[in-house]
Structure formats: structure tokens, C-alpha cells
């Protein structure tokens, strides 16, 4: 059996979610930073987005196991500390999806407020800097009275 390209590698790994942002790929959300492939065997690097990411342990295991569903026995998997992550990493696509899964992205460099991902409006409050987990704050529209999820920013 010849050796999958990088391209195939990438397309499958579009499978492997963050566990905790279900909707995003690990290559939307950043952290999937190269593929090598030699002699059957793949290796994988991937970066944290912060030190002691629990979810860390979840990705490598599903990147694991989706390439070994793909026949690739030998899977190593690297987990790099350069670049740091940060919220720029983050592909458009992959901020749709947070979007769309009632969360709102972090911000852009020009932009101001966090925005309601159910209504879009920006008259929103914080209501704690600590949410669901520890790269998100909770934040509650004025307008749709709806909480939210706001993905902080990491620079």
C-alpha cells in the first residue's frame, strides 16, 4: 500500500473536533501544525493552546485513532511548544463555527465588543470571566437576554 499524501493526512484529520468546541477541527482551531509521512509511519505536531490543556490528551488519542481507521499503524504524535498558540491561529471558518454553535469567537484587532452569537448584537455584559472552561468567559446579551460563551483572546 503507497503512503498517503500530507494532503489525505490533513483531510482526515478535518475529523478530529476539539473536545471542548465539538464544531471546530483542530486544524480550524490551530493547533495542527505539521504532518510528516516516511515508510508507512505518520507524525504528527501538534501545539497546546495553553500549558496543561487538558484536552491535549483527548486530540492525541483521536488523531490516533482516526488514522489508524485509515490503516496507518505506526502514529507518533508531537506535542510542540513552538509557535505559541494564540487566537489569531484561528481559521474563519473556525470562528463560523463557534459562531454558529452559540459561541462567540474571540475578538479580531478591529473589533471592540463581543458580539451575541444567537442575535449579533454587540450591547452585551460580562457576567463572569471564568465559563464553561478556562479559555472562555460567560457573557449575557442585552438584547436577547441569552447567555453566552465568549472564547477569550490569547495573544
Request: some cysteine; charged content about 20%; hydrophobic content about 40%.
Amino acid at each position: 500500500m503507497a503512503s498517503p499524501s500530507k494532503a489525505q493526512i490533513f483531510q482526515w484529520l478535518e475529523a478530529v473536533k476539539d473536545p471542548e468546541i465539538p464544531v471546530i477541527s483542530i486544524r480550524d482551531l490551530g493547533i495542527l501544525q505539521g504532518i510528516r509521512v516516511a515508510d508507512g509511519s505518520v507524525s504528527v505536531d501538534i501545539i497546546p493552546t495553553y500549558s496543561g490543556c487538558p484536552a491535549m490528551y483527548a486530540i492525541q488519542a483521536d488523531i490516533k485513532q482516526v488514522l489508524q481507521a485509515h490503516g496507518i499503524e505506526q502514529v507518533s504524535i508531537q506535542l510542540c511548544h513552538e509557535p505559541v498558540w494564540n487566537t489569531d491561529m484561528i481559521t474563519e471558518q473556525g470562528r463560523e463555527s463557534m459562531r454558529a454553535f452559540g459561541i462567540a469567537p474571540p475578538l479580531q484587532a478591529d473589533q471592540r465588543t463581543v458580539a451575541c452569537p444567537q442575535c449579533g448584537s454587540t450591547e452585551t455584559t460580562c457576567i463572569s470571566q471564568f465559563g464553561s472552561t478556562a479559555c472562555k468567559a460567560l457573557y449575557r446579551c442585552e438584547a436577547c437576554l441569552e447567555p453566552f460563551d465568549y472564547f477569550k483572546c490569547h495573544a
